[in-house]
Structures are given as structure tokens and as C-alpha cells.
């Protein structure tokens, strides 16, 4: 079956430090793939979503490029705030299904 | 940006009762979801829900669970009974269609004794 696999937290960085959050996926379909951020007491939010293959999404200085070839979505980010502190979930949706498919969340912690 | 709200945010109850756990979604969305969270693990998808019927619902789905939304009021699930293993973090959601981001609430935790 499907399945979203991401790296495991948590990461702790100091500000000013790069970001990387290695997701890979399984599917035999052509998904839609996502980034979700949930902070402390809220919902998962949408930090972005790229629907097409080789095509790179970004949002508030995170970007990830969809790779159907090495079937990855890897987050990054240049510099992290302290306000970045959150857990990240890589996560995946098929358009003829309605569910998404969650990694299991990357728990970032930046220092300042 | 769109708010889904969950009530109660914990719940406590004795394993073989029955809990209902409620969800204002979005106002003009019409499709909503129930996703389970067990602590340290992956969220996973329960049910989907549009025009008053089950569209799609995964294993994690068990016969003493049902979903339903009277009337245009709040989106529940209900369990009945519960059981120790449904102790978890549920998560409702809501999208305007059915291949819209979907949009989350901030979850209900619940244990089951």
C-alpha cells in the first residue's frame, strides 16, 4: 500500500542554520504530494502542496522539489527561525481518493 | 485562514462506554474527514463524509464507530463501545471539495480507561 516515510525528530538546530527533512514515498499511483507544519495545540496546517512531477513548491522559506524518479519530497530551508519550531509532516493524496497519507512528522526545534 | 474546531479537546471515559466526539468544520465546506493519531505514531485516515454518506473508510474504521452530521450541525463521531486501543489523538477535517486542501482541527485527545 501507500506510505510516507520522513526523517526522524527530533532536530534540533540553532537559528540562522539550514533545514533538511528527507521524505520518501511509496505508491504505484501519481500522487499529489505535501508539507504539512501543526504547532503546539493546532491542527496539521498546509504549509504548501505540489500536484506535478519535477515541479518545486515553497511557502515562507520552505521549498521541496517533487522527484518521481528517486520518489522523494525533501524539505528545506536556508536559515530557520526559532518560530519555525514545529512538526513537519510530509504527506501524500491520490485524486481518485479523497484520504491523506501522513508520515509520521519530524519534531523541529531551533535554538536561539 | 479557515478554522475547524473540535470540542471537547480531552476526553476521559471508562473503556465500554460510549463517547461522541464533535467538529465544527469549515462553514461552506462540504466534505469532512476523521483521522486517528495513537501517540508516537503516523495520523491515519478513519472516514470520509459528504452529502450525509460514508464515501471512503479505512480498516482503522470499526464497526463501533459512525460518523454523521444532523441537520448542518456538528460533524461527530461516535464510538460505541469504546475500547482500551482507541486511546488516541482524533482529528477532524474539512475541504470545500473533494480534492480541496483539507483543513484540520487542532484534535480531541482521548483515553480510554
Known amino acids: 500500500g501507500d506510505s510516507v516515510t520522513q526523517t526522524e525528530g527530533p532536530v534540533t538546530l540553532s537559528e540562522g542554520t539550514s533545514l533538511t527533512v528527507n521524505c520518501s514515498y511509496e505508491?504505484?499511483?501519481?500522487?499529489?504530494l505535501f508539507w504539512y507544519v501543526q504547532y503546539p495545540g493546532e491542527g496539521p496546517q498546509l504549509l504548501f502542496k505540489v500536484p506535478k512531477a519535477n515541479e518545486k513548491g515553497s511557502n515562507r522559506g520552505f521549498e521541496a522539489t517533487y522527484n518521481k524518479e528517486a520518489t522523494s519530497f525533501h524539505l528545506q530551508k536556508a536559515s530557520v527561525q526559532e518560530s519555525d519550531s514545529a512538526v513537519y509532516y510530509c504527506a501524500l493524496s491520490h485524486t481518485n481518493a479523497y484520504k491523506v497519507i501522513f508520515g509520521k512528522g519530524t519534531h523541529l526545534h531551533v535554538l536561539p | 485562514g479557515p478554522k475547524v474546531l473540535q470540542i471537547p479537546s480531552h476526553q476521559i471515559i471508562d473503556m465500554g462506554q460510549m463517547v461522541t466526539l464533535n467538529c465544527d468544520p469549515v462553514?461552506?465546506?462540504?466534505?469532512f474527514y476523521w483521522y486517528k493519531q495513537i501517540l508516537g505514531q503516523q495520523m491515519e485516515f478513519l472516514v470520509n463524509f459528504y452529502n450525509g454518506k460514508v464515501m471512503e473508510k479505512s480498516k482503522l474504521f470499526k464497526d463501533q464507530f459512525s460518523v454523521e452530521r444532523p441537520d448542518g450541525s456538528y460533524f461527530t463521531l461516535k464510538i460505541q463501545p469504546t475500547a482500551l486501543e482507541d486511546s488516541a489523538v482524533y482529528f477532524c477535517?474539512?475541504?470545500?471539495?473533494?480534492?480541496?486542501?483539507?483543513?484540520f482541527g487542532p484534535g480531541t485527545r482521548l483515553l480510554v480507561l
Open positions: 462553514s461552506n465546506h462540504l466534505y
Open positions: 477535517a474539512s475541504s470545500q471539495t473533494g480534492k480541496d486542501t483539507q483543513y
Open positions: 505508491t504505484k499511483q501519481y500522487p499529489t
